[in-house]
């Protein structure tokens, strides 16, 4: 499954003082789906069996449109690269509704030793688990 979609709606406690989504939740969506992500393709399980862990070392992320309670939202998510110790993800939130671009998102994950935290390389029997999806293959 190269890119993975994941479904929510906006709940009440989502909203901040402005009367829309707070930031932060849209980085917590961005992690939910990861993780979703990475337990459907058994990613998380090989991770455990190596003795890594999954760290992000930076985000950046870009809104374009609030979302508000009640609305229905798409997270879609793949992996772009994989290097020696490292990976990258990207995010696109659109609402269901009407197709309106939210957010795009990127996130750099770094692997490291579940024991010590220290950087090592991704193994292959990890690497091997994700589809990377070129620029022009990314969602419009």
């Known amino acids: 499954m190269k890119i993975f979609r994941y479904d ?3 709940a009440p406690q989502a909203i901040d003082g402005n009367g829309h989504v707070n930031n932060v939740e849209y980085l917590r969506w ?11 393709l058994g990613c998380t399980r090989a991770v455990m069996v190596a003795g890594g862990r999954w760290v992000i070392r930076s985000h950046k992320i870009e809104y374009f449109r609030p979302a508000f309670v009640g609305e229905h939202v798409a997270v879609l998510t ?3 690269s994989v290097r020696r110790v490292k990976s990258l993800r990207k995010y696109k939130m659109f609402r269901s509704e009407d ?6 998102a990127e ?4 692997f490291t030793d579940a ?3 220290r950087l090592r390389s991704i193994p292959r029997e990890v690497s091997s688990l994700f589809e990377l999806v070129p620029v022009e293959q990314e969602p419009e």
């Not at 996130?107 to 770094?110: H, Q, Y």
């Open 8 to 10: 929510l709606v906006v």
């Open 30 to 40: 961005m992690q939910e789906a990861a993780l979703l992500h990475a337990d459907t």
């Open 78 to 80: 793949w992996v772009s």
């Open 99 to 104: 197709s309106a671009v939210l957010a795009e």
């Open 107 to 110: 996130t750099e994950w770094i």
């Open 115 to 117: 024991r010590t935290g």
